[in-house]
């Protein structure tokens, strides 16, 4: 159930806080657990229509998973690599089968001439999330870097827990594992994690969602009819709107988290202070980014096997970046181009950009902005569009308004100030040096109720990472 | 180190305790009705908010009960809406009565606004003779160019923005506002987002009013009230503007993708046309039906022309504006200026006539039966037609 949802904010949140901090301490897992599954159905029903369903299929996944981290445990190494290796198939086979294979068939469809629209299933909500977190977990312990769990409350807890079930963050079970065995969440716990929660929801209600409406205008106009100015306007605020969206949901997961004294992992590192691709990428969506580090690059062989390998694990690494976010063609290119450009950092430009402060700054923002529109727009024909208005060098340019700009920009303009306000690091600093004051806390208030009454006035759009 | 105390979470936790218990126990009865037309399953302190678009304050909530009736909350174009929901707002159940907007304080509040002294007739269909308007006014239209729109105005929501962006007509007025629908048309500032309408059109003159709205309030209401409404703005505007030639635009199909799954659908488009096309009197107020331009061969806006199945691309404006070129009129004579138009008071008139002009202004669709109109429990209509008669 997405976390602005009013229910989920007035019903949800309350009833599981108290309850929580009420049961006694053993009786928290089984809550946790039990409780995230109902608030999961829910959702789910609620967004699909088919709650049972993907209920059924997430129970299905932890129960097997808890079983192979059984199986393997006293098991030599071999025996555990060939259980990992079973339920690694199974896992990214389930994975395949709910997101990619009627994306698959269609697009074969004329080739093979079938008709597989009976396999055009929901797909089951944050199964991309939470089957990486059981295999995260799984290749941990065929490592023999985690001892397997044995009690399956508590594995069904670190799975299902809610605030992190339906889009990330990715959590590792080594770093919950202390939280789950004992935690006593203190009045310091629910205070700072509110704040939190009070922060993202803002980010997600009073940012993410008004600067939705720039692209839905962008939408109406036709991009082949948007000046280039406005185009590149759109670019950036989109890049804005995806931000504050997921990041807002990340710091709400990790602020709901901390008032279960669960330690949620942080997503997003101010990814838009970044020099590079590649250290955009070790500060935005961290968490995914962390689990292809550590289970792909890394087994390939990183960076310590010679250059030609590390372009080749680089190049897996994005390609399959890509390919989790959607079946659709421009994931796919999103990812390759995110490679070259991380493939010729490695190669050429780091050592290019030398010493140099503010040019690696711009590249990064200049080349990023325009990857959001491919990792938007999946119709090819729209995307080619849309970068013929990027670069207007070639196409004809009917119909264009080359006022639209000025009309669109002064009425966005106060949102975008805000939006790269808030990407620069010093509201963060004065949020950790002043956050149990009265100068952080009467404004959380005001911001608080202010998304309460755009979610209750307006018509609140579904967290943008919820497809994946 | 113990970190510092903060409130936060107890004072949201105290303000959502008061806020809903004023709602649920709702001690001025202000809240029932908000309550009621929430989305089922929305907590009741929603209403606390929607309420707020009325100006009405938790801490205004004593002094003033029931001051305004809610406007039927419309649904932004960016929502899906399934077809179950739909059918629970648009079917034949008025969906937004409620206790706020009762007969009395409806009747109060129309004496505040402008009070129509022209003749405008919505009629139900089952009482016409088979002739519709619509073909009435067809005849005498004639060609013209771009400069009759020099003293033209359009009014309408993000459909008239497109127009007013892309349709090239440099000479004509625009006021617009993106999600407007009917019921808030004359009450928002759309003017600069300063002025009213009926405050612009107090001391602008136009010649020719193009009206273009319904898409936003589809979910809302039932063909009949929308209709009521619909007449009841045109009366107001040949008030304001006695001389000018009122068009009524139809409301622009949708895609056939978008209206089979969202609420905006193209079945209640046409039932909604049709009643709107029956507020045309052929002299002064004229049904166009807009439809022509943009459908593809199924009554359905044609994919290739929209990006959001609603809305054409910024190109396709034009071929709006060239449609519009060809019904132009003979201008009538200037009126008799209207004598007293606040002469309509209730009292001057018999019982029928009072009701009908309450319900010409007030805002909410809602509204029990008044004299005059009058709608069944299975939303078929009872009576004949509904007049916003004056007395000029």
């Known amino acids: 159930m997405s976390f602005s949802d009013l229910r989920f904010i007035f019903y949800v949140l309350p009833a599981f806080v108290l309850l929580h901090a009420l049961v006694p301490s053993k009786a928290r897992n089984a809550l946790l657990f039990l409780g995230s599954l109902a608030v999961y159905a829910w959702g789910a029903e609620l967004e699909t229509g088919a709650g049972l369903e993907a209920t059924g299929i997430l129970l299905g996944a932890t129960v097997v998973n808890y079983l192979f981290g059984r199986w393997m445990a006293n098991e030599d190494r071999v025996m555990r690599r060939a259980f990992l290796a079973l339920a690694l198939f199974l896992d990214f086979g389930t994975l395949f089968f709910f997101k990619y294979l009627f994306a698959l068939l269609d697009a074969l469809k004329p080739l093979t001439g079938h008709d597989y629209s009976f396999l055009h299933i929901v797909m089951p909500l944050g199964i991309s999330f939470y089957i990486f977190q059981m295999t995260a977990y799984l290749i941990d312990v ?100 995806l931000y504050f969206d997921f990041h807002g949901y990340s710091l709400m997961a990790t602020g709901l988290g901390r008032m279960l004294a669960l330690p949620v992992a942080r997503n997003f590192d101010e990814p838009y202070l970044s020099r590079s691709v590649s250290g955009f990428y070790r500060r935005w969506h961290m968490t995914l980014g962390a689990w292809f580090r550590d289970y792909l690059y890394i087994p390939l ?10 372009i080749l694990s680089l190049a897996a690494v994005w390609l399959l970046t890509g390919l989790w976010h959607g079946p659709t063609l421009n994931y796919l290119i999103w990812g390759g181009v995110l490679f070259a450009f991380i493939a010729l950092e490695r190669l050429f430009l780091r050592r290019a950009f030398g010493k140099l402060r503010v040019l690696p700054h711009l590249y990064l923002l200049f080349v990023i902005v325009q990857t959001w529109v491919v990792f938007h727009i999946d119709n090819l024909a729209d995307l080619a569009a849309y970068f013929r208005r990027l670069y ?15 009309k669109y920009f002064s009425s966005y303009w106060w949102l975008f100030a805000i939006g790269i306000l808030l990407c620069l690091p010093w509201p963060r600093r004065f949020y950790e040096r002043f956050r149990g004051n009265a100068l952080v806390w009467i404004p959380l208030f005001a911001l608080f109720w202010l998304s309460v009454h755009f979610l209750a006035t307006g018509s609140g759009n579904a967290f943008l990472y919820s497809r994946f | 180190m113990k970190r510092p105390f903060s409130p936060l979470v107890w004072l949201c936790a105290a303000s959502a305790i008061a806020l809903g218990v004023l709602t649920v126990y709702d001690p001025a009865g202000v809240y029932a009705g908000y309550a009621a037309s929430l989305e089922a399953g929305t907590p009741p302190i929603a209403a606390v908010f929607t309420a ?39 079917g034949n159940k008025e969906p937004f009565s409620d206790g706020a907007a009762e007969e009395g304080s409806a009747a109060d509040g129309a004496a505040a606004e402008v009070t129509p002294s022209v003749e405008i007739v919505y009629s139900a269909p089952e009482q016409e003779e088979g002739d519709a308007p619509v073909e009435d006014a067809s005849e005498g239209f004639i060609p013209v160019d771009e400069s009759w729109f020099d003293d033209a105005l359009f009014i309408g929501d993000s459909h008239i923005e497109g127009f007013a962006d892309y349709a090239g007509l440099r000479n004509a007025t625009f006021y617009y506002k993106r999600g407007l629908d009917i019921w808030s048309v004359m009450k928002k500032a759309v003017v600069n987002g300063k002025q009213t309408i009926p405050q612009a059109l107090s001391t602008r003159r136009f010649a020719k009013i193009y009206i273009m709205l319904g898409i936003n309030e589809i979910g809302c209401g039932t063909t009949e009230s929308y209709a009521e409404q619909y007449a009841s703005v045109v009366a107001q505007l040949r008030e304001l503007q006695p001389d000018a030639l009122i068009y009524i635009q139809s409301i622009f199909h949708t895609s056939q993708k978008k ?7 193209n079945d209640t488009i046409n039932a909604r046309n049709e009643a709107i096309s029956r507020i045309a009197d052929g002299e002064y107020v004229f049904y166009l039906d807009c439809n022509a331009v943009f459908d593809d061969e199924n009554g359905a806006l044609t994919p290739a022309y929209s990006g959001d199945g609603v809305h054409v691309k910024a190109p396709y404006y034009t071929m709006w504006r060239d449609y519009l070129f060809q019904f132009g009129r003979v201008l009538p004579e200037p009126a008799e200026p209207p004598e007293q138009a606040e002469a309509g008071a209730p009292a001057a008139q018999s019982p029928a006539a009072s009701g009908a002009a309450a319900s010409a202004t007030e805002s909410a669709p809602a509204i029990e039966p008044v004299s005059g109109f009058s709608v069944s429990a299975d939303g078929g209509m009872e009576k004949n037609g509904f007049a916003v008669e004056k007395t000029a």
């Open chain 1, 142 to 241: 065929c490592r023999g870097t985690l001892e397997p769990e044995t009690s399956f409350v508590d594995f069904g807890a670190f799975v299902a827990a809610f605030p992190q079930l339906t889009m990330g963050p990715i959590l590792r079970y080594g770093d919950l594992r202390a939280a789950l065995k004992e935690r006593r969440p203190g009045r310091e716990d629910v205070e700072q994690g509110f704040q939190l929660f009070a922060i993202g929801l803002a980010f997600k209600v009073l940012l993410a969602d008004q600067f939705s409406y720039l692209w839905v205008v962008l939408e109406r106009i036709g991009f082949d009819y948007i000046s280039t100015p406005l185009a590149w306007l759109g670019a950036v605020g989109y890049s804005l709107q």
């Open chain 1, 301 to 310: 062989g990183g960076s310590r096997h010679g250059t030609a390998r590390t």
């Open chain 1, 392 to 406: 207007p060098f070639f196409g004809n340019a009917a119909a264009i308004n080359y006022g639209d700009f000025t």
């Open chain 2, 52 to 90: 707020v678009q009325d100006g009405v304050y938790p801490w205004s909530v004593p002094a003033a009960p029931a001051e305004t009736p809610p406007d039927p909350p419309y649904r932004l174009l960016t929502d899906i809406v399934t077809t179950e929901e739909m059918y629970s707002s648009v």
């Open chain 2, 259 to 265: 209206s089979d799954t969202t609420v905006y659908n």
